[in-house]
């Protein structure tokens, strides 16, 4: 039988190198002193392996903010099992009535792929848009184009004019360019997440919404509304825009998806963040899992603790300022040189590139300036702008029949602050709209004349609307002004009673 020494034996102990120097040094000490020596050695080692055995044991769970080390610590069974069911049960009783969430009791494969594209719509169209615009949009959208098959059918130009108002135009080309793709390949509705992936335009989340609520497929969905009731579930202080915490968020709902309605769950999770767990006004009483919630916990415990803390704020990056001017050309027919007896003309819209910022859209000849600069300096730049351009040249082949400084308004896009001024030009071209017309450089620029009605009745974006709007309030104010005949003096001297 050995002599157990902390976790070594007696021989170990014996050999090790802290002994055999303690004996060597007290060659000549008492037995009670190599003995006293041999205790204290013993003592030491008990202290080492006693401070190990402590650091390896794991540290005690506080409620405090997880940060990306300890949020591995998922849900327990418990709470996933009380978490569903608490969250299907409300969802029951109090989604709201959308749409794109009418369903058909059929299992049919044509029923589902139908089911499948109105939900990919939506959810494209609900991207950085408020569920009450997004109804109407939607309404019109499925009408026109009630099928993948009827989308598939449709131009860039239509998709555009009918996607006008809604902003972030880059989804409407890919949602056109999806349905061509799924249309031609022939193989019906992908209906699995890695299926999904493959089509332009739709990422992890639109992936996992189609494939779970379509055809049910057990998978999760992570958009901002989920992100923040999980990180106030689990009172997650990590920066949510960081790509390890975004993982972790997936793993969250993936553990907490239900197997039986994953489509429902999933849509349960979005619509609580989206009417009860909203971002500045939170309403935790009437919350389904307030109960499992970490942050109203500590939010009751501590004053200073609050439930908006949760997800943590991230600084949004600074907008460029741009400054821009719109030169709105309308060219007058006919040879008579008063504006005023003449008919609305025709008006000049260029098509923006392919890529970048309102890829593919139409718009009023525009040029971005180099900063803030005076009505001179715009106007030149315009001039040069038109003349390259349209071969349009006041001191050549045209007539200047207006040009006002029509207004100023500013733009707002996700990342740019755009300073619109606009300027209306009223021109008539000598020689007539045809001879120009023939002599145009077939360049680079695509451009077309349309008349106000048809100008009118397409589908432009916010900004360029506005600049026609203030174009028409413009041009009304100056014909009313102009047709108010002035008023002759009188003598408002009072008569004098005789």
């Known amino acids: 039988m050995s002599l157990v020494l902390g976790n070594k034996s007696l021989f170990s102990a014996l050999s090790s190198p802290e002994l055999r120097t303690s004996l060597t040094s007290s060659s000549r000490s008492t037995p009670f002193e190599q003995n006293s020596s041999f205790r204290s050695l013993t003592m030491d080692n008990e202290r080492k392996t006693k401070k190990k055995k402590e650091r390896q044991l794991p540290e005690k769970k506080t409620v405090l903010p997880l940060e990306e080390e300890d949020i591995e610590d998922l849900f327990s069974e418990k709470e996933v099992k009380k978490i569903r069911q608490s969250l299907l049960q409300w969802y029951d009783k109090n989604q709201r009535e959308l749409p794109w969430r009418e369903r058909s009791e059929s299992d049919k494969e044509e029923e589902k792929e139908k089911r499948a594209y109105g939900v990919w719509v939506s959810e494209v169209m609900l991207q950085q848009t408020r569920v009450q615009t997004v109804i109407d949009y939607y309404n019109r959208w499925m009408t026109k184009w009630p099928t993948i098959h009827h989308l598939a059918k449709a131009s860039l130009e239509e998709v555009n004019e009918m996607w006008a108002g809604l902003g972030y135009y880059r989804r409407a080309r890919f949602l056109l360019e999806g349905a061509k793709m799924i249309v031609a390949e022939g193989e019906g509705f992908p209906n699995t997440v890695s299926d999904l992936r493959k089509v332009p335009g739709i990422g992890n989340y639109t992936a996992g919404a189609i494939a779970s609520i379509a055809f049910k497929e057990v998978v999760s969905v992570v958009d901002g509304n989920v992100i923040r009731v999980l990180a106030r579930l689990k009172a997650i202080s990590a920066n949510p825009k960081d790509t390890s915490t975004v993982k972790n968020f997936w793993k969250l709902a993936t553990q907490l998806v239900d197997s039986c309605r994953p489509g429902d769950f999933n849509q349960s999770l979005m619509e609580l963040g989206a009417v009860i767990c909203t971002p500045l006004n939170p309403n935790c009483t009437s919350c389904p899992v307030s109960d499992k919630c970490q942050a109203y916990s500590m939010s009751k415990r501590d004053n200073s603790v609050l439930v908006t803390s949760y997800p943590m704020k991230v600084l949004k990056a600074r907008q460029r300022h741009d400054v821009s001017a719109a030169c709105v050309v309308e060219i007058l027919g006919g040879n008579d040189e008063s504006e005023r007896t003449q008919p609305d003309g025709v008006f000049i819209l260029v098509k923006r590139r392919d890529e970048g910022l309102l890829a593919g859209l139409w718009e009023f000849p525009s040029i971005i300036l180099d900063g803030e600069t005076d009505i001179t300096t715009r106007r030149e730049a315009a001039e040069c702008f038109l003349k390259k351009s349209f071969n349009l040249d006041p001191r ?16 707002i896009f996700s990342h740019i602050r755009l300073k619109v001024h606009v300027e209306l030009l009223v021109l008539r071209i000598k020689g007539g709209m045809d001879k120009w017309v023939e ?17 009118a009745s397409m589908g432009l974006t916010s900004g360029v609307r506005k600049v ?7 041009k009304q104010k100056r014909l009313t002004t102009s047709s108010i005949p002035e008023r002759k003096r009188t003598n408002t001297k009072r008569l004098r009673c005789s």
């Open 439 to 455: 002599k145009q450089d077939k360049g680079t620029l695509s451009w077309k004349c349309v008349d106000g009605g048809t100008l």
């Open 396 to 411: 050549n082949n045209c007539s200047i029949i207006l040009r006002e400084d029509v207004g100023e308004f500013v733009h």
């Open 468 to 474: 026609y709007t203030m174009v028409q309030k413009f």
